[in-house]
Nanobody
Framework: QVQLVESGGGLVQAGGSLRLSCAAS????????MGWFRQAPGKEREFVAT????????YYAGSVKGRFTISRGNAKNTVYLQMSSLKPEDTGVYYC?????????????????WGQGTQVTVSS
């Protein structure tokens, strides 16, 4: 059974940085693209970033491009999200997810396993 566990969230001031981690167990981690999504209160879950199986390809939402970096360590079965220049609008619960179709992009329907989420709060 695949399990994804996020960590690294917290409270940070605007302009600050956080690094999220997502540890995977079960399945063959290096065979799947991975993604990060977020959900603000009262809003739908939205795409943040995705990374291919080898880590050679990445894709970002326009709202985070240039500020966030997704990476992975296949030897550690972990995917990361480095967040810099954080803004209050980045506040939300951040989820990692495993793609069911490979390097699939931004649709939640393309991901089959999800973590429980980690809260990120950016104060102004």
């Amino acid at each position: 059974q695949v399990q994804l566990v996020e960590s690294g969230g917290g409270l940070v001031q605007a302009g600050g940085s956080l690094r999220l981690s997502c540890a995977a167990s079960g399945g063959t981690f290096s065979s799947y693209a991975m993604g990060w999504f977020r959900q603000a209160p009262g809003k739908e879950r939205e795409f943040v970033a995705t990374i291919s199986e080898s880590g050679g390809n990445t894709y970002y939402a326009g709202s985070v491009k240039g500020r966030f970096t997704i990476s992975r360590g296949n030897a550690k079965n972990t995917v990361y999200l480095q967040m810099s220049s954080l803004k209050p609008e980045d506040t939300g619960v951040y989820y990692c997810a495993r793609s069911r179709f490979g390097f699939a992009g931004s649709s939640t329907s393309a991901y089959d396993y999800w973590g429980q989420g980690t809260q990120v709060t950016v104060s102004s």
